[in-house]
């Protein structure tokens, strides 16, 4: 099988030809018809997304009818399923529709229309597009929320050559930068969300994805062990104010973006942090400020980085890093993504998934920027710039994906941004107790166990 | 909104002249001048005709208000005693839930603070405005300055005095204004330590040097003459080293009779983690004011490190002496008040949890009560301002003729006459605070929102955003609903005479 395989991604953008060579019932090449497809892609990005569909329409004379419904594409998209009238594919940014869609059945296994195609995922990737040991999605959008960006200029200040590579190093390297007067972090915690994102990528690097699956389910209980070592190992980081710019009060007055600002500021300021977490979207912040950021760790023309934003400054990201005793975690991927589904099936619709499972339309994507595919078979050259290509290569080698914990909290969510900014202002220990049963009574509360 | 009532109760007067709405005391001559427009009809005067055209002529407006007013109401009394889904029946369980939550009592806390403050000093305001406004010259030039901000909405109001309070200098005006005065009184040092963001100049020592006397630092050994001292310093900025001009740091040579040393920043590109070495990339911090210690804590003389850091104290005598480089190298200057935050003017640290929330007055209310001010402090203005035209004004003179003082006049007759409207202005700002909502989603950071959030924000959150519960929501809009009901019977009352 695995020869046949790789032939496959090979042949890449031939598509047509290896659907032609696969053992899928209906799909010698089709010719005409059209196919209707949903998504929450508007403006720029259904620009990107309807270039990228190009090829398969002009090769196969489909028409692809696409229609943007926005980000309550999972809402419109229930009604219409209820209503009887569902699109043929749809391209839906949450897991949890495609497992209840699936369990109602009204989407369509895709395991033998795809065939091999199916390899071109990690199996993190086609367990989250499964339900009950079928594969019903294919991921084709991911994002990445397992990034800290630096400003390598500020790096260089403090002569750290590399960025870290364990949690260890992190705050060795927290040391190192306060040592040469630079402030490490910066943080937008005027409210909780933010916290909840860092503090779920902390969970998630201590105690692994089956536990923070566990978790969100509330199967673990919120003063379970493995929590308190979470807020602990945080507590590093944010409890001493001075790792944080503007000390803990600056935090709280941050909305965002103004974290990135302070890392990455406009022209005529001066960087007043090194680092910032959040999600890949945090690079479009950093190019907005001034289109003199480049990628990577060389500023543009091959300059040297610099920290005023007027030459040639730099911006470049690492991967959220897990202790070392917890390595096992250090590729476990906090983040989001749009999975394609199938609602009906017609040849035009088989024909699309496949074409999507392959690699032709995100790499189309991947080039016009702002997009990062979990396929493997995504060539990194189709990426344009380093940070865009690191981004998309972590999500490929992910060995567990989850989304966002605090998205699957229901009633609950509000206080469970509270009470982690309730954490932030107070990271003692004794706080974390006290603040972990508050949490397990509200999660019970809210989710009704 | 609630500034329609007044405002179109009173606006007759102030274009007429004639006071129909305003309330005056019985027995002044403008109550019953001839020149009211309108008399009241005795009602129920007609036959049944005449009842059913008016009717009908009702039954349009009638309709619409059942729609839009009763039927709410109605339904929001009924989804109170539901659950989140406002289908099962579940009693005075949501009231139980509100009142047993530890936020209704900020919630509530809140609204007092609201309440108390806020309507007094916004008509207050509104009548210093509307007297003085009156005697200068330009004066509708002022008033329409004073008035201008009712015509942003809250949202917009409370964005721009977002960013007038904000935490950074660069940014938010107060502070950049006591920044200024700030750092003119107390002039920040070549090194400054931030200490409201966490900074300490303790962190700064790094090797021979500890924490000295009140904020300075202090050699950790004794040096006597003939001795040289290193002292290690860390945590200094790149930007610094440029503005004090910084150079390569020069180890300092023995000199008989003296006391050398340097004072050095001690992080080596190089060797970014070894402390407590003088390597030769390593730079020697000028500027720095050191005073010479003896033993017991008395100051010898002091003096000043040089461009490569170092320093030299002469002819010390006998004993041994320790270095301090002074407090105020490392003075802070203005770093900010954090005006939207949620840090209690009244002393309540050391209360329970509860009491504290009962009694503390977080500083973003009264942020947000200034920011409330300047938008309705115009409107008042105008209200009272129409009173005051309509005053009689042979009452004044008589005064005067009479010898009353100004402020005798003021006191003893404009107040008293314009009692009524100074009451119908107050009522009116008691209900608009009391269902006071957006100003204070849109000006409070997320982080203070939780201890700035009133009765009308909590029935927002509870009802419209993440995780809806709608019976909750509706037991607190009964509540306010409630609380607003004696303010608004009084209003009536007065208006009605």
């Known amino acids: ?449 | 909104m609630s500034s329609r009532s007044p405002g179109r109760e009173l606006a007759p007067p102030a274009e007429t002249g004639v006071p129909t709405g305003v309330p005056t005391p019985a027995g002044t001559p403008v109550a019953t001048s001839p020149a009211v427009p309108f008399t009241r009809k005795p009602a129920g005067g007609g036959g049944w005709r005449d009842q059913f055209g008016s009717l009908l002529f009702l039954a349009p407006a009638a309709i619409w208000l059942l729609a839009i007013t009763i039927y709410p109401v109605v339904a929001t009394f009924r989804n109170s005693l539901y659950d989140e889904t406002a289908t099962n029946y579940v009693g005075l369980g949501n009231y139980k839930s509100v009142f047993s939550t530890a936020s209704i009592i900020v919630n509530f806390r809140n609204n007092v603070i609201w309440v108390v403050v806020f309507p007094f000093v916004v008509t207050f305001l509104g009548l210093l405005f509307a007297v003085l406004t009156e005697r200068i010259r330009w004066s509708t030039a002022f008033k329409a300055i004073i008035f201008m901000p009712i015509v942003f909405s809250a949202t917009a109001s409370a964005l721009i005095w977002r960013t007038i309070f904000d935490l950074d200098p660069h940014v938010g005006m107060v502070n950049a204004a006591v920044q200024t005065a700030s750092d003119w009184v107390n002039p920040p040092g070549l090194y400054p330590v931030n200490v409201s963001a966490g900074q300490t100049v303790a962190a700064l020592a790094s090797s021979g040097l500890g924490p000295g006397a009140s904020g300075s630092l202090q050699s950790t050994s004794t040096a006597a003459a003939g001795d040289t001292v290193e002292l290690g310093l860390i945590g200094i900025n790149a930007a610094t080293l440029q503005v004090v001009g910084a150079q390569t740091a020069v180890p300092p040579s023995p000199s008989s009779g003296a006391i050398t040393g340097l004072v050095y920043r001690d992080f080596s590109p190089s060797h970014p983690t070894v402390r407590g070495q003088v390597f030769p990339d390593e730079v020697g911090l000028p500027g720095l004011r050191l005073t010479l210690l003896r033993g017991d804590g008395t100051s010898v003389t002091s003096t000043t490190t040089d461009q490569h850091g170092d320093f030299r104290f002469e002819n010390v005598g006998s004993g041994s002496f320790q270095v301090q480089i002074d407090a105020k190298n490392f003075q802070s200057g203005f770093t900010g008040i954090f005006w939207l935050g949620s840090q209690s003017l009244t002393p309540t640290s050391h209360l329970s949890e509860t009491a504290q929330a009962l009694l503390s007055v977080p500083l973003v209310d009264l942020a947000m009560i200034v920011a409330y001010l300047w938008m309705w402090a115009g409107f008042a203005m105008v209200v009272i301002g129409a009173g005051l035209t309509s005053l009689n004004r042979e009452l004044l003179e008589a005064g005067r003729v009479d010898g009353a003082t100004e402020g005798q006049i003021f006191r003893r007759i404009t107040m008293p006459l314009l009692a009524p409207v100074l009451v119908v202005v107050l009522v009116t700002m008691i209900i608009n605070v009391l269902k006071i909502f957006d100003i204070i989603l849109n000006m409070a950071p997320g982080s203070s929102q939780g201890d700035a959030s009133t009765l009308a924000l909590a029935m927002y959150n509870d009802g419209f955003t993440g995780g809806i519960h709608s019976g909750l929501s509706s037991a607190l809009a009964v509540i306010l609903f409630l609380l607003v009901i004696p303010a608004m019977v009084s209003n009536l009352r007065r208006i009605r005479g």
């Open chain 1, 1 to 449: 099988m695995k020869p046949r395989i790789l032939t496959f991604a090979i042949v890449g953008g031939l598509l047509l030809a290896a659907c032609g060579t696969s053992n899928a019932p209906t799909s010698s090449s089709v010719q005409g018809g059209s196919v209707s497809l949903w998504a929450e892609w508007s403006s720029g990005e259904q620009a990107a997304f309807t270039a990228a569909l190009t090829p398969f329409e002009s090769q196969n004379g489909v028409t692809v009818n696409y229609s943007s419904k926005g980000s309550n594409i999972d809402t419109v998209l229930a009604a219409a399923v209820a209503g009887g009238a569902p699109p043929d594919v749809a391209l839906i940014p949450d897991p949890g529709t495609l497992q209840t869609l699936a369990k109602q059945g009204k989407i369509t296994d895709l395991t033998s229309i795809l065939g091999g195609l199916s390899s071109n995922y990690g199996s993190a990737w086609n367990t989250l597009g499964s339900y009950n040991g079928k594969l019903y999605g294919v991921w084709f959008k991911g994002a990445n929320k397992n990034t800290i960006w630096y400003n390598p200029a500020e790096f260089a200040a403090a002569s750290i050559s590399s960025p870290p590579k364990t949690w260890e190093e992190l705050i060795q390297d927290v040391n190192t930068l306060k040592a040469a007067g630079v402030t490490p972090f910066s943080l937008c915690t005027d409210v909780g969300w933010p916290v909840a994102d860092f503090w779920q990528n902390v969970y998630l690097k201590t105690a692994g994805a089956d536990k923070y699956n566990a978790l969100a389910a509330h199967s673990v209980k919120w003063t379970d062990p493995t929590v308190t070592t979470a807020f602990t190992t945080m507590a590093q980081l944010v409890g001493t104010p001075s790792n944080l710019a503007g000390g803990l009060q600056g935090s709280l007055s941050n909305a965002y973006p103004a974290c990135v600002d302070k890392v990455f500021p406009k022209a005529g300021a001066q960087p007043q942090a090194a680092m910032v977490f959040e999600g890949d979207f945090v690079a479009t912040e950093i190019t907005g400020n001034s289109k003199n950021y480049t990628p990577g760790t060389t500023g543009s023309g091959g300059a040297s980085c610099t920290t005023d934003p007027s030459k040639t400054p730099c911006y470049n990201f690492f991967d959220f890093p897990a202790p070392s005793a917890n390595s096992a975690n250090s590729a476990a991927i906090q983040g989001a993504g749009d999975v394609a589904v199938m609602l009906k099936d017609t040849p035009q619709s088989e024909a699309l998934i496949k074409y999507l499972a392959g690699p032709d339309a995100a790499a189309i994507w991947a080039h016009l920027g702002g997009f990062a595919s979990p396929n493997k078979k995504v060539p990194a050259s189709a990426y344009p710039d380093p940070v865009s290509k690191g981004i998309a290569q972590a999500l490929v080698g992910a060995s567990s994906f989850v989304f966002s914990l605090d998205d699957l909290q229901g009633t609950w969510e509000k206080n469970m941004w509270q009470d982690l900014l309730d954490y932030l202002k107070n990271p003692s220990s004794s706080s974390i107790s006290s603040i972990e049963a508050t949490m397990d009574q509200q999660a019970t509360a809210g989710l009704g166990h």
